[in-house]
């Protein structure tokens, strides 16, 4: 299993983010919640993609919603 990417939370595009993980890979984010930081971890099986939050692990079934999550919790930018 190759490396983890990690990245600071809007530091990729969602659309690079998405390729990442479609590509096998997870991607560790750091992102700041209330005032201390935490780290997500998101991965793709092939069929569902995963969050996995320091609270809960989120399942989105299509890419659309994985976008949809990327976007509303600014784990990715909206543009490169």
Avoid: W
């Avoid at 971890?41 to 609270?55: E, K, V």
């Avoid at 399942?59 to 919790?73: A, F, G, I, V």
Wanted: proline content about 4%.
């Amino acid at each position: 299993m190759a490396e983890p990417l990690v990245i600071d939370a809007g530091e990729l595009s969602v659309e690079e983010i998405m390729t990442t993980l479609e590509d096998g890979r997870r991607v560790v984010v750091h992102t700041e919640f209330l005032g201390s930081e935490h780290e997500v971890t998101l991965r793709y099986n092939g069929g569902t993609y995963y969050c996995d939050t320091p609270a809960r692990l989120h399942k989105h079934d299509s890419p659309d919603e994985m976008q949809t999550c990327l976007r509303n919790q600014g784990y990715g930018s909206a543009d490169g």
